[in-house]
């Protein structure tokens, strides 16, 4: 996912680092931000909460990267 890299070049992350945020692997983050592989929900909630923003923005479905209003 392009916003995945982008998110994390934007924070000066590694991929490693990335990697951990979501307890797997180095080699699956590299496919999920190449876009090789699709990243499971659970996988893609980890991020959303890290950087704060709504899945909708990371699967790019709004340029808004604000995170849904909390109840």
Known sequence: MLRLKDLREDNELTQEACAKIAFISKNSYIRYEKEERVIPLDTLIYYAK???????????????PKPYPKN
């Open 50 to 64: 890290y950087y704060n923003t709504s899945l909708d923005y990371l699967a790019g479905l709004t340029n808004s």
